[in-house]
């Protein structure tokens, strides 16, 4: 069984849509909690981060983190074309070691 | 450019033969990690320097690969006698140990393909 794992969509809304993308992970003793971004050609960025559980906000992006079901979210409000990229999901037991989802294709269409 | 930069951007090569690639890490960066990508799929772990010291180490790092980092600053990957199934995007990225745990800087990859 893998660490987490990820829908790998593709994903295609509307500009202006909500996105909802989640990954489910296989051990509760798993505490970093981060979602990044790759776009084509390029490494991935990191754009949220959570520790333990709970939500964290920026901006357009929420992360929430549910640990009694081990499943991690993120939701981009009011979305752009500009946010059409891949989306990892990364989890992590000690902050050393970083284990990545497959990542969700996402399109956003003006 | 003050960023994660890997040398070359791509490399093509035969099978059977040896590639090594060049990171250098955001300069007051003490961790360095290297990860390989494969097309549909996420970042996969290889292995990680805390300064010069290679700390971990993933199962998938056969012993044809080995890393340095020798003075604590650029780090390379070497790949011996390369397969077909070497090819994909080495991800280096570096870090602070005592920063954001998770906040990866990641350099744009060297891309391998194996003829």
């Known amino acids: 069984q893998k660490e987490v794992e990820q829908d790998p969509g593709p994903l295609s809304v509307p500009e202006g849509a909500i996105v909802s993308l989640n990954c489910t992970y296989s051990?509760?003793?798993?505490?970093?909690f981060m979602w990044y971004r790759q776009y084509s050609r390029k490494g991935p960025e990191l754009l949220m981060y959570?520790?333990?559980?709970g939500n964290k906000e920026d901006g357009r992006f929420t992360a929430q983190v549910d640990k009694s079901s081990k499943y991690i979210s993120l939701f981009i409000r009011d979305s752009q074309p500009s946010d059409s990229a891949t989306y990892l999901c990364?989890?992590?037991?000690?902050?050393?070691?970083?284990?990545f989802g497959t990542g969700t294709s996402l399109t956003v269409i003006p | 450019d003050t960023g994660v930069s890997q040398d070359p951007r791509h490399k093509i090569t035969k099978r059977g033969q040896n590639v090594t690639f060049r990171c250098d890490p955001i300069?007051?960066?003490?961790?360095l990690y290297w990860y390989r990508q494969t097309l549909g799929q996420g970042p996969e772990f290889l292995t990680y320097?805390?300064?010069?010291?290679?700390?971990?180490k993933s199962r998938l790092l056969s012993d044809r690969f080995s890393a340095e980092r020798p003075k604590g600053s650029f780090s390379t990957l070497e790949i011996q006698r390369t397969e077909q199934g070497d090819s994909a995007m080495y991800l280096c990225?570096?870090?602070?140990?005592?920063?954001?745990?998770?906040?990866?800087?990641f350099g744009e990859g060297s891309r391998l393909t194996v003829l």
């Open positions: 990364a989890i992590s037991y000690t902050g050393n070691q970083f284990y």
């Open positions: 051990n509760s003793a798993f505490q970093y």
């Open positions: 959570t520790y333990s559980s």
């Open positions: 300069s007051e960066h003490n961790r």
């Open positions: 320097f805390q300064n010069e010291a290679q700390l971990e």
């Open positions: 990225a570096s870090s602070l140990a005592q920063g954001l745990a998770g906040e990866l800087f």
